[in-house]
């Protein structure tokens, strides 16, 4: 029976790619970092679920990750092909053969989800130099794709759809270039309207951005210690029922 892959994205579990079912047979695809004496080697493996038969199945000296899995296809962003560290997107199957240019678009290093039995798929991509971290929804059949923000002092990322792809749920930046402000958790409509935030999470005030300390919430209360620490990181979103 084929395996069907679980992406792993830097070792951590995306729980939302499926759900376990009768009869079915799963992998585990991960990032694993080469060195490399010329420049960051990212390859991506996978392995059973006990952890057996562990593969390289890009084996390619470029930077590849893996953040989605749909089905039978695993997703990764690469820069094969092109110059260091400018991503975009491949579809391969289980076995990392088959590999396939998606899109033209050019993408950042970020999650992103599908809808529609995979033909549509968000992504966290960039337009030359002045166009980044912005969301489009790209078709996966046609490689087409189609801007759904563009508010160039902010920074989109890690976009997931809800279950029934009608929303979008993603990461907000309100200006990428100040060191002072993190990242929220926000929602929108699928056609990129209707944005709503969802968490708010405390400023970092002047002193604790010098020292690169953040305040660390604890079960809603802000504790008098000051953990120096990065918080407030967003990575993963995933929806459950």
């Given at each position: 029976?084929?395996?069907i892959?679980v992406a792993l994205?830097?070792m951590?579990?995306?729980?939302?790619?499926?759900s376990q079912?009768?009869?079915?047979?799963?992998?585990?695809?991960y990032?694993v970092?080469?060195p490399?004496?010329v420049?960051g080697?990212?390859?991506i493996?996978?392995?059973e679920?006990?952890?057996t038969?562990?593969k390289n199945?890009?084996?390619n000296?470029?930077?590849a990750?893996?953040y989605?899995?749909y089905k039978k296809?695993l997703y990764?962003?690469?820069d094969?092909d092109?110059t260091y560290?400018?991503?975009?997107l491949y579809?391969?199957?289980s076995?990392g053969k088959?590999?396939?240019k998606?899109?033209?678009?050019?993408l950042e290093?970020?999650?992103?989800s599908?809808?529609?039995?995979?033909t549509?798929?968000?992504v966290t991509g960039?337009i030359?130099?002045?166009i980044?971290s912005?969301?489009f929804?790209?078709n996966?059949?046609?490689?087409t794709?189609?801007?759904?923000?563009?508010?160039t002092a902010?920074k989109y990322g890690?976009?997931?759809?809800?279950?029934?792809?009608?929303?979008?749920a993603?990461?907000y930046?309100?200006?990428?270039?100040?060191?002072?402000?993190?990242?929220?958790l926000f929602i929108?409509n699928?056609?990129?309207?209707?944005?709503?935030q969802?968490?708010?999470?405390?400023?970092i005030?002047?002193?604790?951005?010098?020292m690169?300390?953040?305040?660390?919430q604890?079960?809603g209360?802000l504790p008098?210690?000051l953990?120096p620490?990065?918080?407030?990181k967003?990575?993963?979103i995933?929806?459950?029922r």
């Amino acid at each position: 029976m084929k395996a069907i892959p679980v992406a792993l994205g830097l070792m951590l579990f995306t729980a939302n790619c499926f759900s376990q079912s009768k009869g079915k047979s799963y992998q585990i695809a991960y990032n694993v970092h080469i060195p490399d004496k010329v420049r960051g080697n990212y390859e991506i493996f996978t392995m059973e679920m006990d952890g057996t038969n562990k593969k390289n199945i890009t084996n390619n000296p470029d930077v590849a990750w893996t953040y989605y899995a749909y089905k039978k296809k695993l997703y990764f962003v690469s820069d094969r092909d092109t110059t260091y560290r400018a991503y975009f997107l491949y579809e391969s199957d289980s076995d990392g053969k088959s590999i396939k240019k998606v899109s033209n678009l050019q993408l950042e290093d970020s999650w992103m989800s599908s809808r529609n039995n995979g033909t549509e798929m968000v992504v966290t991509g960039r337009i030359g130099k002045g166009i980044r971290s912005q969301l489009f929804i790209v078709n996966t059949k046609t490689g087409t794709y189609k801007q759904l923000t563009n508010d160039t002092a902010a920074k989109y990322g890690d976009p997931c759809f809800s279950p029934d792809g009608k929303q979008i749920a993603y990461s907000y930046q309100k200006n990428k270039r100040d060191r002072a402000t993190h990242e929220e958790l926000f929602i929108m409509n699928a056609d990129g309207t209707g944005a709503k935030q969802l968490t708010q999470f405390p400023e970092i005030t002047h002193q604790q951005k010098n020292m690169d300390i953040r305040p660390v919430q604890q079960n809603g209360i802000l504790p008098k210690i000051l953990l120096p620490m990065f918080h407030y990181k967003m990575a993963g979103i995933i929806f459950l029922r």
